[in-house]
């Protein structure tokens, strides 16, 4: 109370002790219901501040202006303290849900488990990369071939030595069908479908009964099919040129070594300069400075024969690549089956 009215107060001792009770009351109300309360109680129209000011007219003329004006001060200093202690429960209030609801937005977020690609599929899309740079399209096939596409349209009829090359999946009871060895079924299916030129390469699994540290029944390839007017074995060996340094290093070299496939005539096999000595000779090349990456050729004349290309009119290549090996080269894997082993210490490192 401010020191004025306590002054003029003490001129009434009525008043000052009404004054003294609201004031007490307000300043003890710890909710605003309370508050509300101590206001209906102090200044409500049966309190004994209103019954005090509605008696005044009937007072003396000597008492009645000293009691009216006090009256009205103890009213306006009443409603004050009401007001201070609303503003102070209000402001209690809200400094009390600022702290409850408070929010360190400097803390670590929750950790969200993220996925990665396979290196498998990490080195597929980079193979696709580098050939649709080169102006390839991508095409696919069916797992499930038929003899005809996977052998006999190859140029490997029945009974021909190459056949046994592959150690096949065959499917009980259908005596056509088999898991495809590789994806060159797939340059047939792209040919008879469409008119040259043709650049494709065709991304998929493969199947054969192989196991070992460097062999897996399942694995696989990227087949690469080009088809037009004058295509030479320099056209081939200038974009497998390209694929290397893409994929292995500006640095890299390739050659090309004399091999054998009934579907290319003539065929090669393909080796880049080991990016572990640089050509140097080490162990992972076994001395010799190259690694081979894949087999290539150009297409056989008789091959064009089972789509009904013109071999007149358009020559083509065609190569084929085990993308296990690429990566296993690349990052120095040592054992493809740890690709499949789903061992995350494995397949985190990439
Ligand atoms: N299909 C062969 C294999 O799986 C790889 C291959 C060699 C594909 C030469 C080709 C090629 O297209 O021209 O061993």
Same mark, same amino acid.
């Given at each position: ?12 001792? +009525? ?6 009770? #609201? *004031?007490?009351?307000? &300043?003890? /109300?710890?909710?605003?219901? $309370? %508050? !509300? ?30 009691? +009216? ?6 009213? #306006? *200093?009443?409603?004050? &303290?009401? /007001?201070?202690?609303?503003? $102070? %429960? !209000? ?66 009829p029945e009974g021909h030595p190459a056949r046994s090359l592959h150690d096949t999946f065959f499917i009980e009871g259908e005596a056509e069908a088999l898991l495809r060895t590789h994806t060159s079924p797939v340059q047939i299916r792209v040919m008879e479908k469409e008119d040259p030129p043709v650049y494709v ?130 990052h120095g894997v040592t054992d493809l089956r740890m690709f499949y082993d789903n061992d995350l210490r494995f397949i985190k490192q990439f």
């Open positions: 109370m401010d020191f004025d009215l306590k002054k003029q107060l003490q001129r009434h001792p +009525g008043l000052a002790a009404i004054y003294e009770k #609201a *004031a007490a009351d307000i &300043a003890a /109300a710890e909710t605003e219901a $309370a %508050l !509300e309360a101590a206001r209906v109680r102090h200044l409500g129209r049966k309190s004994e501040l209103s019954r005090m000011l509605r008696a005044i007219p009937g007072m003396s003329p000597s008492e009645r202006p000293l009691a +009216g004006k006090l009256g009205n001060q103890a009213r #306006a *200093a009443v409603e004050q &303290a009401l /007001a201070g202690r609303r503003q $102070a %429960l !209000e402001s209690e209030a809200l400094d009390r849900r600022l702290a409850e609801e408070r929010v360190d937005i400097t803390l670590p977020g929750e950790p969200f488990p993220n996925g990665r690609l396979h290196l498998i599929t990490q080195t597929l899309w980079e193979i696709e990369d580098i050939f649709t740079g080169l102006g390839y399209r991508i095409a696919e096939g069916p797992e499930i071939e038929t003899d005809y596409y996977n052998f006999t349209a190859l140029n490997t390469i065709i991304p998929g699994r493969v199947y054969r009964r192989d196991s070992d540290a460097t062999h897996t029944p399942m694995f696989h390839q990227v087949e690469g099919l080009a088809v037009d007017e004058r295509i030479t074995m320099a056209d081939l060996k200038g974009t497998l040129e390209a694929f290397a340094k893409a994929m292995f290093g500006a640095e890299r070299q390739i050659r090309l070594r004399p091999h054998y496939f009934p579907f290319t005539e003539p065929s090669v096999e393909v080796d880049v300069s080991c990016m572990i000595c640089g050509g140097e000779g080490c162990r992972s090349c076994k001395q010799s400075g190259w690694l081979e990456i894949l087999g290539a050729g150009l297409v056989d004349p008789n091959v064009f024969g089972f789509v009904n290309y013109e071999p007149d009119e358009v020559t083509g290549f065609a190569f084929g690549m085990g993308v296990e090996r690429i990566a296993m080269l690349k």
